[in-house]
């Protein structure tokens, strides 16, 4: 069964409340875009909307590093409430002892990666995986267009996650939408994270149904 992951990057932050209990009556995870300006020519938001969602979030919070130096914050994020937690492997120098150190904390541990780099950087790290992120748009903003080489590089890497007999779950994340969340699904992609095409449809919950189906 896919989990719908809608990217609050998208939400009404003047409305924050309202957008939170949809995604508590519809979806399954709070993705939680974070950026530092310096990983990502872009900045998001940080903690205090993070614990802001956290008091009224009935589902895991799965927060998305897009940040230098993640080890720094990991944390951080474990004390406000992450259940999930990712960052950009080319972000960290030691990404095997920052997975163990998300897991340390009891979070579920991703690594994520830009269109750019191959999926089969990530196979060294699989083992301390309990999900990995493949951004189907470079990391930075919302409202991308998807890039469409994605349905292959999940199929790669879920093809090497099932060779090994790995629980580690397939995240996507990026121009995610109704249109082609069944090409994704069938690809192997166990999460779909979007913004755009949930907080911008008339009805985000009847957008997540179809996403589902
Ligand atoms: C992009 C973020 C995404 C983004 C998705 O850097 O990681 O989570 O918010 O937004 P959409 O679905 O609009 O592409
Ligand atoms: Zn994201």
Known sequence: MVRIAPSMLSADFLHLEKDVEMV???ADIFH????????????????????????????????????????KYIG?????????????????????GALEMVRSLGMQAGLAI??????ESLF????????????SVFAGFGGQKFIE???????TVKAEIVR??????????????????????????????????IFKAADPAEEIRLMRA
Not at 114 to 119: E, L, Q
Not at 184 to 191: H, K, Y
């Open 164 to 197: 090994r007999g790995l629980q580690c779950l397939v995240e996507v994340d990026g121009g995610v939408s109704s249109s082609n969340s069944a090409g994704l699904i069938a690809s192997g992609a166990d999460i779909l994270v979007a913004g755009s095409s």
């Open 149 to 155: 080489t994605t349905y292959s590089r999940i199929e």
């Open 24 to 26: 508590n009556s519809h």
């Open 76 to 96: 951080r994020f474990a004390e406000a409430g992450a259940g999930m937690l990712s960052f950009h492997l080319n972000a960290s120098d030691n990404p095997a």
């Open 32 to 71: 939680l875009d974070i950026m530092d300006g310096v990983f990502v020519p872009n900045i998001s938001y940080g903690f205090p909307v993070v614990e802001a969602i956290a008091r009224k979030a009935e589902k895991p919070m799965d927060a998305h590093l897009m940040i230098v130096n993640p080890e």
């Open 124 to 135: 060294p790290y699989l083992d301390e995986c309990d999900f990995v992120l493949i951004m």
């Open 114 to 119: 830009n269109p750019d780099i191959p999926v």
